[in-house]
């Protein structure tokens, strides 16, 4: 017998979940002889690749494992005390483990389908309590993408609030972060806004032109400035007030709301998240009430259940899903909500009193530094101060010895101006941190140092009045988990309530949910990886630097693209840079009038809406009725606006799940008259191997690497969004203030230079692993899995559009509009998945009515199986109601889900059994999900707006009627 050795462990087969012999089945069903046949009747062949990917050879797991070992240690982990929003801190390690490192938490969607995501919206209610308390306001979102992008938001929204008509100017102090004032620029230019930067004591807000202003708390130098004053003189004038905070000072200093702050934004980093070179963290927008209905973001309230239980769900959810199309002032759709259920659970863990304690050891070791320092005879030059001191040196030169000396021994301080230095204290900080700090300072000036051996109680250093006097965190969630079994078992309990790729397919269109191997998820919680400040120097993050450079390398292979920039934070924040970039490079040409932005009808709501934000004007474009781009419309309406045409944005295959044929013509068009072409990357896991952006003709798409490129959703986020660019366009990419990306010092979209970096080596690590090759078939198995759905579904649902040969690409629409006729409206459908064990797939969007169904390559033939004989046990259920034999009000579909509580009623008196309900299906049996509320009455929640945990009085009334129950009952 010969015996052939050859690779047995190879990665591809982790991720391409169909074996040979599921493939041959799923062919023999969709009835093509081959997946090459299906590829061919599917992609048209003017768009094809003519070479397979120029990518390295695959890695195992172990391999790359090792390999990015070696990358990554090429990072150098110094103490960072830059400050500038960034501080190290600890996240718990039982946090870490049970949520960073837990599937059932970070592969779980956007919890649209409320009923199987009561735990994460459990997470970010308490998350948004933190914020509300923190921070004094009424009402806080349930994350935004960082603290720039969160405070260029609140211009927005209150640009579009004032009263005063034509007010265009917005004050911004010189004490804001600058990568926030940075990124204020970027936002402010295309929409007119006049940013006027200055010191706020010296600030002029009257008359009719100034209709916000910006203060940071404490300041970016570390001053803690008394705002009171300045907030009332200005609202005097009509011109709302935004603090940004620090929220570990807010648990000593008085909160923003009380000192009459319209909005405060910030960055929830210090709340147990790695700095991670940059991001993810979940930026924090809180504001006052008035402002609710226009809060950007997600915004979870409470409301009802059908058997009246307090439920969660998204509030105002419709307003958010469609985002509000080119009326939006934003396009925040992907946020940051796996990094607000670490902070928030961060706050439960810790409680009101250690978070406080550990701002005062912070703020006692900033005192005991600057007693040493000033013993040193070293100038600090803060009146007021929490944890960062600011250093007034001699001379340049002595700038350059502490930062020599300081590198040394691995410590990073802040150096500004010619003579300046920062220090800031963090949560991680020790008395022995204090005495190196003194130390290098001691060296420099050639005095000894005298160690300080305690820490000595302090007084707090605030301007008079400051110091905080209201309590927060009083709600008993932040009281009761403070022991590790506690809260491990109520972040356990948490985790049971929600659906998660854990349990099953997540057929989401649009969204591709697809698998978030274990291997690639290893290296995102190295100390390497997430230890680094973003601002520490270059040179430190050399692993950081190769794994950009091997990436934008590799997504130009993919798109076929000359530059990519990484640094947006979500696939609409890379919409905004790349319309920015087509602006710049028109503005460039000095044609300041191409302003006009063509989107066809079909397209996701954050284009429109990322289009204004880059100051275009919107014209909607017709579908056909086959569900392509009305090409007589779209000519009309090129030719109409010919002169000042910017760009026509695009997703590609189509929302409508098809490869429009005419998509080279489309781009050509678009370029005759002058204009550039927008590609949605959102599908492109129906391009990756076979055709490309570059290909179709694009000038500039974005990667959604939470879809395509296996960065788990996280609930709803993170996300990171880069962009890939034709040669011509790549000197308008996104740059950065404080650390300049490849030469460019300016037009920041994100806070952070490579915005969420620490991330990015899942990527990496998708893209070792699977080769071009595996790439391909990755991409060939996604539209083999899509067009086997079909094959079995299309008989029970019609599937709306399909390219020339009937096949569709990696996704389908089912209509599910004619079930109306019988009172069947596709949200039953949605919910009485749940039923089954399974999230429904994207509702609604892009057609109303309909289900958008997306498998992705990673779900074998026996999960896609399960999934089609609950849609198609679900349309018999349908058919019962059609034909009557079912009541249109009382059946199966209207009551989903079903919950335990629900089914384990004494008198059961539903026209249908028990196991009808739960067990549809005998397969159901083995592994059941059970929802643990029943229908959300949205409606209720959105009338009756609560925001955040229940108010303490209600929880004692709750407390109450519960011992009254136990009392009357007896076992
Ligand atoms: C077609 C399309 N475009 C853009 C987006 C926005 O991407 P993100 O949520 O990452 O901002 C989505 C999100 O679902 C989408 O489906």
Same mark, same amino acid.
């Given at each position: 017998?010969?015996?052939?050795?050859?690779?047995?462990?190879?990665?591809?087969?982790?991720?391409?979940?169909?074996?040979?012999?599921?493939?041959?089945?799923?062919?023999?069903?969709?009835?093509?002889?081959?997946?090459?046949?299906?590829?061919?009747?599917?992609?048209?062949?003017?768009?094809?690749?003519?070479?397979?990917?120029?990518?390295?050879?695959?890695?195992?797991?172990?391999?790359?494992?090792?390999?990015?070992?070696?990358?990554?240690?090429?990072?150098?982990?110094?103490?960072?005390?830059?400050?500038?929003?960034?501080?190290?801190?600890?996240?718990?390690?039982?946090?870490?483990?049970?949520?960073?490192?837990?599937?059932?938490?970070?592969?779980?969607?956007?919890?649209?389908?409320?009923?199987?995501?009561?735990?994460?919206?459990?997470?970010?209610?308490?998350?948004?309590?933190?914020?509300?308390?923190?921070?004094?306001?009424?009402?806080?979102?349930?994350?935004?993408?960082?603290?720039?992008?969160?405070?260029?938001?609140?211009?927005?929204?209150?640009?579009?609030?004032?009263?005063?008509?034509?007010?265009?100017?917005? /004050?911004?102090?010189?004490?804001?972060?600058?990568?926030?004032?940075?990124?204020?620029?970027?936002?402010?230019?295309?929409?007119?806004?006049?940013?006027?930067?200055?010191?706020?004591?010296?600030?002029?807000?009257?008359?009719?032109?100034? /209709?916000?202003?910006?203060?940071?708390?404490?300041?970016?130098?570390?001053?803690?400035?008394?705002?009171?004053?300045?907030?009332?003189?200005?609202?005097?004038?009509?011109?709302?007030?935004?603090?940004?905070?620090?929220?570990?000072?807010?648990?000593?200093?008085?909160?923003?709301?009380?000192?009459?702050?319209?909005?405060?934004?910030?960055?929830?980093?210090?709340?147990?998240?790695?700095?991670?070179?940059? %991001?993810?963290?979940?930026?924090?927008?809180?504001?006052?009430?008035?402002?609710?209905?226009?809060?950007?973001?997600?915004?979870?309230?409470?409301?009802?259940?059908?058997?009246?239980?307090?439920?969660?769900?998204?509030?105002?959810?419709?307003?958010?899903?469609?985002?509000?199309?080119?009326?939006?002032?934003?396009?925040?759709?992907?946020?940051?909500?796996?990094?607000?259920?670490?902070?928030?659970? &961060?706050?439960?863990?810790?409680?009101?009193?250690?978070?406080?304690?550990?701002?005062?050891?912070?703020?006692?070791?900033?005192?005991?530094?600057?007693?040493?320092?000033?013993?040193?005879?070293?100038?600090?030059?803060?009146?007021?101060?929490?944890?960062?001191?600011?250093?007034?040196?001699?001379?340049?030169?002595?700038?350059?010895?502490?930062?020599?000396?300081?590198?040394?021994?691995?410590?990073?301080?802040?150096?500004?101006?010619?003579?300046?230095?920062?220090?800031?204290?963090?949560?991680?900080?020790?008395?022995? =941190?204090?005495? =190196?700090?003194?130390?290098?300072?001691?060296?420099?000036?050639?005095?000894?140092?005298?160690?300080?051996?305690?820490?000595?109680?302090?007084?707090?250093?605030?301007?008079?009045?400051?110091?905080?006097?209201?309590?927060?965190?009083?709600?008993?969630? /932040?009281?009761?988990?403070?022991?590790?079994?506690?809260?491990?078992?109520?972040?356990?309990?948490?985790?049971?309530?929600?659906?998660?790729?854990?349990?099953?397919?997540?057929?989401?269109?649009?969204?591709?949910?697809?698998?978030?191997?274990?291997?690639?998820?290893?290296?995102?919680?190295?100390?390497?990886? @997430?230890?680094?400040?973003?601002?520490?120097?270059?040179?430190?993050?050399?692993?950081?630097?190769?794994?950009?450079?091997?990436?934008?390398?590799?997504?130009?292979?993919?798109? #076929?693209?000359?530059?990519?920039?990484?640094?947006?934070?979500? %696939?609409?924040?890379?919409?905004?840079?790349?319309?920015?970039?087509?602006?710049?490079?028109?503005?460039?040409?000095?044609?300041?009038?191409?302003?006009?932005?063509?989107?066809?009808?079909?397209?996701?709501?954050?284009?429109?809406?990322?289009?204004?934000?880059?100051?275009?004007?919107?014209?909607?474009?017709?579908?056909?009725?086959?569900?392509?781009?009305?090409?007589?419309?779209?000519?009309?309406?090129?030719?109409?606006?010919? =002169?000042?045409?910017?760009?026509?944005?695009?997703?590609?295959?189509?929302?409508?799940?098809? &490869?429009?044929?005419?998509?080279?013509?489309?781009?050509?068009?678009?370029?005759? &008259? %002058?204009?550039?072409?927008?590609?949605?990357?959102?599908?492109?896991?129906?391009?990756?191997?076979?055709? $490309?952006?570059?290909?179709? @003709?694009?000038?500039?798409?974005?990667?959604?690497?939470?879809?395509?490129?296996?960065?788990?959703?996280?609930?709803?986020?993170?996300?990171?969004?880069?962009?890939?660019?034709?040669?011509?366009?790549?000197?308008?990419?996104? %740059?950065?203030?404080?650390?300049?990306?490849?030469?460019?010092?300016?037009?920041?979209?994100?806070?952070?230079?490579? #915005?969420?970096?620490?991330?990015?080596?899942?990527?990496?690590?998708?893209?070792?692993?699977?080769?071009?090759?595996?790439?391909?078939?990755?991409?060939?198995?996604?539209?083999?899995?899509?067009?086997?759905?079909?094959?079995?579904?299309?008989?029970?649902?019609?599937?709306?559009?399909?390219?020339?040969?009937?096949?569709?690409?990696?996704?389908?629409?089912?209509?599910?509009?004619? /079930?109306?006729?019988?009172?069947?409206?596709?949200?039953?459908?949605?919910?009485?998945?749940?039923?089954?064990?399974?999230?429904?797939?994207?509702?609604?969007?892009?057609?109303?009515?309909?289900?958008?169904?997306?498998?992705?390559?990673?779900?074998?033939?026996?999960?896609?199986?399960?999934?089609?004989?609950?849609?198609?046990?679900?349309?018999?259920?349908?058919?019962?109601?059609?034909?009557?034999?079912? =009541?249109?009000?009382?059946?199966?579909?209207?009551?989903?889900?079903?919950?335990?509580?629900?089914?384990?009623?004494?008198?059961?008196?539903?026209?249908?059994?028990?196991?009808?309900?739960?067990?549809?299906?005998? $397969?159901?049996?083995?592994?059941?999900?059970?929802?643990?509320?029943?229908?959300?009455?949205?409606?209720?929640?959105?009338?009756?707006?609560?925001?955040?945990?229940?108010?303490?009085?209600?929880?004692?009334?709750?407390?109450?009627?519960?011992?009254?129950?136990?009392?009357?009952?007896? &076992?």
């Amino acid at each position: 017998m010969s015996l052939k050795p050859q690779p047995a462990d190879v990665f591809e087969a982790r991720h391409n979940a169909p074996s040979a012999a599921d493939q041959a089945a799923m062919l023999r069903t969709i009835g093509v002889a081959s997946v090459a046949q299906l590829i061919d009747e599917t992609v048209p062949p003017a768009i094809r690749l003519p070479r397979a990917l120029d990518l390295p050879a695959a890695l195992s797991e172990r391999a790359f494992l090792a390999k990015f070992k070696q990358i990554a240690s090429q990072n150098q982990v110094f103490k960072s005390y830059i400050g500038l929003g960034y501080h190290d801190t600890t996240l718990p390690p039982v946090i870490q483990r049970n949520i960073l490192e837990n599937p059932g938490w970070y592969t779980a969607y956007t919890p649209y389908q409320a009923e199987i995501a009561q735990g994460r919206l459990e997470a970010l209610i308490n998350y948004q309590t933190m914020v509300i308390d923190l921070t004094g306001l009424e009402i806080a979102n349930a994350s935004l993408l960082d603290e720039g992008t969160a405070a260029a938001e609140a211009m927005h929204m209150l640009h579009s609030q004032t009263k005063k008509k034509g007010a265009y100017k917005y /004050f911004v102090s010189e004490q804001v972060l600058p990568q926030t004032i940075d990124l204020l620029h970027t936002r402010a230019t295309p929409v007119g806004i006049e940013l006027v930067i200055g010191d706020h004591r010296e600030a002029d807000l009257g008359g009719p032109d100034f /209709f916000g202003a910006m203060v940071q708390y404490p300041a970016a130098d570390g001053e803690i400035f008394d705002y009171k004053d300045f907030i009332a003189s200005a609202q005097k004038e009509n011109v709302f007030v935004v603090m940004a905070a620090d929220l570990l000072a807010l648990t000593l200093l008085t909160s923003p709301g009380e000192l009459g702050a319209d909005v405060c934004v910030g960055n929830s980093q210090r709340f147990g998240i790695p700095m991670g070179y940059g %991001g993810p963290h979940a930026g924090f927008f809180s504001c006052k009430d008035q402002f609710k209905r226009v809060i950007p973001g997600r915004l979870i309230g409470q409301s009802i259940d059908a058997a009246g239980n307090k439920a969660y769900r998204m509030a105002l959810q419709t307003r958010e899903q469609h985002i509000r199309r080119e009326k939006a002032t934003s396009n925040i759709c992907t946020a940051q909500v796996l990094l607000s259920v670490l902070a928030g659970m &961060y706050a439960v863990y810790h409680g009101p009193q250690r978070l406080q304690q550990f701002a005062i050891n912070t703020h006692a070791l900033a005192q005991t530094l600057a007693t040493g320092l000033h013993g040193l005879g070293v100038e600090q030059t803060n009146e007021f101060y929490f944890d960062t001191l600011n250093l007034r040196l001699e001379s340049a030169e002595m700038q350059q010895a502490v930062r020599q000396e300081a590198e040394a021994r691995h410590l990073n301080f802040r150096y500004f101006g010619e003579v300046r230095v920062g220090i800031s204290l963090n949560q991680n900080t020790e008395l022995h =941190d204090v005495a =190196d700090i003194l130390d290098v300072f001691g060296k420099v000036l050639g005095k000894e140092t005298d160690a300080p051996t305690a820490l000595e109680e302090v007084e707090l250093l605030a301007p008079a009045g400051l110091a905080r006097t209201s309590d927060y965190l009083t709600h008993p969630v /932040f009281h009761t988990h403070h022991a590790e079994h506690e809260l491990l078992r109520y972040m356990k309990q948490l985790e049971n309530k929600d659906l998660s790729l854990a349990h099953s397919m997540i057929a989401l269109g649009s969204c591709t949910m697809k698998l978030n191997a274990t291997a690639e998820m290893i290296p995102v919680t190295w100390a390497e990886i @997430g230890g680094l400040h973003p601002f520490a120097p270059v040179e430190q993050a050399k692993g950081y630097q190769q794994i950009f450079s091997d990436l934008q390398t590799w997504l130009c292979e993919v798109t #076929g693209f000359a530059a990519v920039s990484l640094q947006p934070n979500s %696939g609409a924040q890379g919409e905004y840079a790349g319309l920015l970039a087509i602006r710049g490079y028109h503005e460039a040409r000095g044609d300041h009038h191409r302003k006009v932005a063509l989107i066809p009808s079909s397209a996701h709501g954050t284009n429109p809406a990322s289009a204004v934000m880059a100051g275009m004007e919107v014209v909607v474009v017709k579908s056909s009725e086959d569900g392509n781009i009305d090409l007589d419309d779209l000519k009309a309406q090129a030719t109409k606006h010919a =002169d000042r045409l910017a760009a026509l944005m695009v997703t590609y295959p189509s929302t409508h799940g098809v &490869y429009e044929e005419t998509i080279i013509e489309i781009c050509a068009m678009i370029h005759q &008259y %002058g204009g550039r072409v927008y590609m949605d990357g959102a599908n492109m896991n129906a391009q990756v191997g076979l055709t $490309s952006p570059a290909i179709i @003709g694009a000038d500039v798409c974005h990667l959604n690497l939470h879809k395509t490129f296996c960065i788990p959703h996280g609930g709803g986020g993170p996300g990171v969004g880069p962009i890939g660019v034709v040669a011509d366009l790549a000197p308008y990419l996104p %740059g950065h203030a404080v650390v300049p990306v490849e030469g460019r010092s300016s037009g920041a979209v994100s806070a952070a230079p490579w #915005g969420s970096a620490s991330i990015l080596p899942i990527s990496y690590a998708y893209i070792s692993m699977m080769g071009g090759d595996g790439l391909q078939r990755a991409t060939e198995l996604a539209i083999l899995n899509a067009n086997y759905i079909k094959a079995r579904l299309e008989a029970h649902y019609p599937v709306l559009y399909t390219g020339r040969h009937g096949r569709c690409a990696h996704e389908m629409i089912l209509d599910c509009r004619h /079930f109306k006729k019988a009172g069947i409206e596709v949200e039953d459908i949605a919910k009485r998945l749940m039923d089954y064990g399974f999230h429904a797939p994207t509702v609604s969007f892009p057609v109303a009515g309909t289900l958008m169904v997306e498998p992705t390559e990673s779900e074998s033939k026996a999960e896609l199986d399960r999934f089609c004989d609950a849609m198609i046990a679900i349309r018999k259920e349908i058919a019962e109601v059609e034909a009557g034999r079912a =009541d249109a009000k009382d059946n199966v579909l209207k009551h989903a889900p079903h919950t335990a509580a629900t089914v384990l009623v004494h008198d059961w008196t539903r026209p249908y059994s028990r196991e009808q309900a739960v067990y549809p299906l005998e $397969s159901v049996r083995a592994n059941k999900f059970w929802p643990s509320v029943s229908r959300i009455d949205s409606a209720y929640g959105d009338r009756n707006l609560i925001c955040s945990c229940t108010p303490i009085e209600q929880y004692v009334d709750h407390e109450e009627e519960l011992v009254q129950a136990d009392k009357g009952s007896s &076992y």
